[in-house]
């Protein structure tokens, strides 16, 4: 998929005929979904479409069960006050980000709402295998568990792996941290669930929510950098588009090399970005072997008085500001989002980076850059990869919600926070014919 403006309606045109009534409607659920609520007023302004046409859209929409209304709101204007339009969170898919030590799965409804976050720590690196019957246990459990009275209606389920995927077959060509390689991950998980699975790289996952929902929103050139357990990815918007490649694998920024960087990667060259600037590092000199990302600020706070913590952070920053001046040269970026452990570097403050990046820059490129913290932590990856498994939805709502396979998923009540979310152990002697 790819992030960007929400497709516009062409002027003029009414519901003559299907294909642009379906055109119509795919522009009015995709507004809804990425800007969330609108009076049928300001839908009719955006989209170029007259009152009825938008009324009967509308209409259509409520009556798949995407989106509801609510009473119009008092207001001193001109006309009739115009009743407000909302996505409906209640129809939702699944996404899940597999890492070197946990698998995350989420659930995640219309309008970029997270229902429900599971962050399950894993023993060893999950196979795909392993990462299927996970998912699948974790689904079962959250079926069995009446929590909320409403029901989520499940349309698709949204991957995000640390590696090279191919995103239109869904297979992982080479995930090194994983160790997956030419690894079919869609067919599995779509054969155990039941539904339609989408694969993407995680970093290109984080960049689309972040331009859409996060600290990118309206960024039209951005540099997006994703640090995990896994290593760093890229995501680059070049004019509103994403950056791919030949093969859909381009922006792969942990692999880009700092100076003077002397340790063997692991895709054989010397001196990545990713060997340099790295969880596990951090980790080391705070006593940790793993972490849930939400945490992280918290233990760098705890220990910046500890000097060997204080030098590792310098470090770190030393050299992604190196590396981000070069960035600056290729892609003249309006802003750089930093997200994953990458964001707890810059928690007290994007300054002293941004500086150091203007320092080392081809000057004039840098005078207006921006370099910010990803803004949804860690909802960032499960609402990039349900931006994926939205699409055919969101494309076509009417023939995917009125055929499309779906799953009832029972709801938290209300967006799960860091402190509420989920999580759990995966015993490493927990085979996968026994996870459910
Ligand atoms: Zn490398």
Redesign the pocket.
Known sequence: MTPGPAPRAPHGLGTGNDQTRRHNLSAVLTTLHHDGDHTRAHLTRRLGLNRSTISALVGELVDLGLAYETAATAHAGVGRPSPHVHPDPSVGVIAVNPDTDAVTIGLVGLGGTVHRRMRVETATVPTVAETVALVERVIADWTATAIATTPVRIVGVGVAVPGLVRTESGVVTMAPHLGWRDAPVAAPLGAALGLPVAVTNDAHAGAIAESLYGAARGVRDLVYLNGSSGGIGGGVLVGGLPLRGARGFGAEL??TRAPGATIV?????TG?L??EVSLDRLLAVLGRTSIDLDELDAALTGHATDPSVRHEVERQLDVLSSVLSDYVSVFEPERIVLGGFLGSLIAGGADTLLDRVRAGAFAPLADDLTITRAQLRSRLLLVGAAELAFAPLLADPAGVAKSGPTLQVPSTNSDPGPANSDSAVWASDTSPSSAR
């Open positions: 942990g692999h990667c692991h895709c054989g060259r990545c990713e060997t």
